[in-house]
T-cell receptor
Framework: GQQVMQIPQYQHVQEGEDFTTYCNSSTTLSNIQWYKQRPGGHPVFLIQLVKSGEVKKQKRLTFQFGEAKKNSSLHITATQTTDVGTYFCAGSGSARQLTFGSGTQLTVLP | DGGITQSPKYLFRKEGQNVTLSCEQNLNHDAMYWYRQDPGQGLRLIYYSQIVNDFQKGDIAEGYSVSREKKESFPLTVTSAQKNPTAFYLC????????????FGPGTRLLVL
């Protein structure tokens, strides 16, 4: 079945440093979504990418969808303590439902 | 104020007991989902429903049951057959199934006494 892998599992950065999490699928995806879960909270939708090679920005966050539509990345420039949380990618392709990655837990040290 | 509500926030289960987690949405979404999240891990799909009176097993359905008698409601029962039920349970909904964006409720933490 469809699998979505995400790396790294954990990332500790100093405030002001950049952060990147990567998502890879075993199959071609029709779209990819990114969610953020704050500590103790629930996942909240951030963005959806649909087109091959698509790049979208939200302030300090940059999202990319690979040319082959099998991988994606989220890059945060100059992290802040408010960026703390777990970032999940989720893709749909051959599976009928979204498949979530295992998430990257980001810690930002002040 | 539209959204998804889950109750209770915390739930304690005794050995051999069935417990039911509530999930209600007023977003008029057709599809609803139940996920299990263990500490430091991702989301694993338990059951999903794309329409009233129909639901499908997800990746880890054993020991769980659901019903979808109303569009707004998708309760999850954790049965005594689920030997390791301690986890954070998240309910979500989407306009349609498949590729649609999912909106999550605040979750229920289930603990076994």
């Amino acid at each position: 079945g469809q699998q979505v892998m995400q790396i790294p599992q954990y990332q500790h950065v100093q405030e002001g440093e950049d952060f990147t999490t990567y998502c890879n699928s075993s199959t071609t995806l029709s779209n990819i979504q990114w969610y953020k879960q704050r500590p103790g909270g629930h996942p909240v939708f951030l963005i959806q990418l649909v087109k091959s090679g698509e790049v979208k920005k939200q302030k300090r966050l940059t999202f990319q969808f690979g040319e082959a539509k099998k991988n994606s990345s989220l890059h945060i420039t100059a992290t802040q303590t408010t960026d703390v949380g777990t970032y999940f990618c989720a893709g749909s392709g051959s599976a009928r439902q979204l498949t979530f990655g295992s998430g990257t837990q980001l810690t930002v040290l002040p | 104020d539209g959204g998804i509500t889950q109750s209770p926030k915390y739930l304690f289960r005794k050995e051999g007991q069935n417990v039911t987690l509530s999930c209600e949405q007023n977003l008029n979404h057709d599809a609803m989902y139940w996920y299990r999240q263990d500490p430091g891990q991702g989301l694993r799909l338990i059951y999903y429903s794309q329409i009233v009176n129909d639901f499908q097993k997800g990746d880890i359905a054993e020991g769980y049951s659901v019903s979808r008698e109303k569009k707004e409601s998708f309760p999850l029962t954790v049965t005594s057959a689920q030997k390791n039920p301690t986890a954070f349970y998240l309910c979500a909904s989407s306009i349609g199934g498949g590729k649609e964006t999912q909106y999550f409720g605040p979750g229920t933490r289930l603990l076994v006494l």
